[in-house]
T-cell receptor, first 111, second 114 residues
Framework: AQSVTQPDIHITVSEGASLELRCNYS??????LFWYVQSPGQGLQLLLK??????LVQGIKGFEAEFKRSQSSFNLRKPSVHWSDAAEYFC?????????FGAGTTVTVRA | DAGVIQSPRHEVTEMGQEVTLRCKPI?????LFWYRQTMMRGLELLIY????????DSGMPEDRFSAKMPNASFSTLKIQPSEPRDSAVYFC????????????FGPGTRLTVL
């Protein structure tokens, strides 16, 4: 069965600094991979997705992620964090129409 | 488009009562998903529908939970009887087309069972 591990429960980053969130997946075939963001009290919003092709994927809000098959990873990055990026971030792997989510990483942005 | 609509946004009930959560998917979407989010278990897929037909309900925790989709614009998730361990945020999401298309999430219903 597919699964996702997000090793970091909580990350604190200064505004303007770079951010990288880790995601490792377990899946037998070529995975569909997603990053979602959840702001407090809100539903989840898709940041970006990967299913084939270029391993560097660009998303909304200045985020990007890189798929590395050899490391079974799909890490999310942003070069310069804004205070509004404080939220919880979820990596997910798709198996047909079913998404399996990681436990999430909470990002705190300090001024 | 108004996005996925869920009601109520908050529900507080007592153990043993019936709870009904409602969802209106985005018009034109043919897939509808129900998720549950808790601190202990994270985000779990409970059930999903395609063209109003339940496809996979393997995530439904037990017989106290049931879900229906009587038409393309409405779905319900019912818990009867409710228990304190059902306290969670329940999300509805919808999507269309292929498996790698975006699932659009509603704002969620925060359920508290006392």
């Amino acid at each position: 069965a597919q699964s996702v591990t997000q090793p970091d429960i909580h990350i604190t980053v200064s505004e303007g600094a770079s951010l990288e969130l880790r995601c490792n997946y377990s899946y037998g075939a070529t995975p569909y991979l997603f990053w979602y963001v959840q702001s407090p009290g809100q539903g989840l919003q898709l940041l970006l997705k990967y299913f084939s092709g270029d391993t560097l994927v660009q998303g909304i809000k200045g985020f990007e992620a890189e798929f590395k098959r050899s490391q079974s990873s799909f890490n999310l990055r942003k070069p310069s964090v804004h205070w509004s990026d404080a939220a919880e971030y979820f990596c997910a792997v798709g198996d047909d129409y079913k998404l399996s989510f990681g436990a999430g990483t909470t990002v705190t942005v300090r001024a | 488009d108004a996005g996925v609509i869920q009601s109520p946004r908050h529900e507080v009930t007592e153990m043993g009562q019936e709870v009904t959560l409602r969802c209106k998917p985005i018009s034109g979407h043919d897939y509808l998903f129900w998720y549950r989010q808790t601190m202990m278990r994270g985000l779990e897929l409970l059930i999903y529908f395609n063209n109003n037909v339940p496809i996979d309900d393997s995530g439904m925790p037990e017989d106290r939970f049931s879900a229906k989709m009587p038409n393309a614009s409405f779905s319900t998730l019912k818990i009867q009887p409710s228990e304190p361990r059902d306290s969670a945020v329940y999300f509805c999401a919808s999507s269309s087309g292929t498996a790698y298309n975006e699932q659009f999430f509603g704002p969620g219903t925060r359920l508290t069972v006392l």
